[in-house]
């Protein structure tokens, strides 16, 4: 094909809409902390995709507000789609969402996980979602119970110690 046909920018113009994020297809619960931290982030662009629109000439203003917009799309969805659970009005008789469970592993040290949403996961806070496999593994099981934890690098044992909700 000739590069006559081909359209390119013309250097001061910000890319077209970039695609959206993609969303996860499970149910979309979340703990109360964590929709106030989706509401605040959504907020928070908002704010700086305004202060970016005043910079209509500047390229790099319109770059990054394409980026916001696209950030915004996928944060107004995860919100539309949020199903709120409260731990503290969780049973105390399995584990559910939003538990903090304790867990010892096969050298006997113990370990504490807290089950939240996808949004609120984080490894070094050891926040894991409910729908990941040690999450999967945990929900419904109670104290004494044991349960394996798939794992890349190899399943592991765990014991449940406790579970409480906050």
């Given at each position: 094909m000739?590069?006559?046909?081909?359209?390119?920018?013309?250097?001061?113009?910000?890319?077209?809409?970039?695609?959206?994020l993609p969303q996860s297809d499970e149910p979309n619960y979340i703990t109360p902390n964590g929709f106030n931290t989706l509401q605040n982030k959504y907020k928070k662009l908002l704010d700086r995709k305004k202060q970016l629109e005043v910079e209509k000439e500047n390229l790099t203003a319109k770059t990054e507000v394409k980026q916001i917009e696209r950030d915004l799309r996928y944060l107004k969805r995860r919100l539309e789609r949020a199903v709120v659970i409260?731990?503290?009005?969780?049973?105390?008789?399995?584990?559910?969402?939003g538990a903090k469970v304790t867990v010892l592993d096969e050298?006997?040290?113990?370990?504490?996980?807290?089950?939240?949403?996808?949004?609120?996961?984080?490894?070094?806070?050891?926040?894991?979602?409910?729908?990941?496999?040690?999450?999967?593994?945990l929900i419904g099981k109670q104290q004494g119970d044991l349960v394996y934890w798939e794992r890349p690098i190899g399943n592991l044992e765990l014991e449940i110690v406790s579970f409480q909700y906050e």
């Open positions: 000739s590069r006559a046909f081909v359209k390119e920018p013309d250097g001061d113009q910000a890319e077209d809409d970039l695609p959206d409260d731990p503290a009005r969780q049973s105390n008789d399995r584990i559910r969402f050298d006997d040290r113990a370990i504490q996980f807290t089950i939240v949403g996808e949004d609120e996961a984080c490894a070094a806070t050891r926040q894991i979602s409910w729908s990941s496999p040690l999450g999967k593994a």
